[in-house]
């Protein structure tokens, strides 16, 4: 079956501009996390989500970020006013529930000039 | 505070060659511990966990508690060995991974 999809693949964008991240899990998931990736770097948590809810949000680095699944699967995860110290990998992934096995999309790899 | 620690940034063996990619972790309750493996041009994926005690691609990893680690280890290197290999702790509590910072595994011919 599919797995997760992310797009775009690739964002370039002026900072001070608005920016939103899609993810789609894989089907019937209910468990989505989001994470960043910085150069030289491991995956670092940003957000959880169960269902439609947001479980666990306190890797959001500030209130510039902000994420939503309005209807328990796809997810958008959305930065204001960028910064350039916001050009990461953000990885996306799901799993059928909290502990389990978490599948990885391939990443948006986004770049603020 | 949780954390994981992979204190090699890069790693070149030669093939057929015995391969360890340590992994220290701090965490004050049980700990869960994953490896995880990015070949190039691919996704993140899942190697093994220590609860499952497989052997995955020949790999093992067994949970020391007392010296707080969880080595990767094969015995064999293979060339399609090569890629990026993160340590990755299940933070319970929070429902989180939280992943090291990763060593690049090298295979030379």
């Known amino acids: 079956g599919a797995g997760v999809s992310q797009t775009p693949s690739n964002k370039v964008t002026e900072k001070g501009k608005y920016v939103e991240l899609r993810c789609d899990p894989i089907?019937?998931?209910?468990?989505l996390y989001w994470y960043r990736q910085s150069l030289g770097q491991g995956p670092e948590f940003l957000i959880y989500f169960q269902g439609t809810g947001a479980a666990d949000d306190s890797g959001l680095p500030n209130d510039r970020f902000f994420a939503v699944r309005p209807e328990g699967s796809v997810s958008t995860l959305k930065i204001q006013r960028t910064e350039r110290g916001d050009s990461a990998m953000y990885l996306c992934a799901s799993s059928s529930s909290a502990g389990a096995e978490q599948y990885f999309g391939p990443g948006t790899r986004l770049t603020v000039t | 505070a949780q954390r994981v620690t992979q204190p090699e940034k890069l790693l070149s063996v030669f093939k057929g060659a015995p391969v360890e990619l340590k992994c220290n972790y701090s965490y004050s309750g049980s700990p869960e511990l994953f490896w995880y493996v990015q070949y190039s041009r691919q996704r993140l994926q899942l190697l093994l966990r220590?609860?499952s005690r497989e052997s995955i691609k020949g790999f093992t990893a067994d949970l020391n508690k007392g010296e707080t680690s969880f080595h990767l280890k094969k015995p064999f290197a293979q060339e399609e060995d090569s890629a990026m290999y993160y340590c990755a702790l299940w933070y319970s509590s929070a429902s989180k991974i939280i992943f090291g910072s990763g060593t690049r595994l090298s295979i030379r011919p």
């Open positions: 220590h609860i």
């Open positions: 089907s019937g998931h209910t468990a």
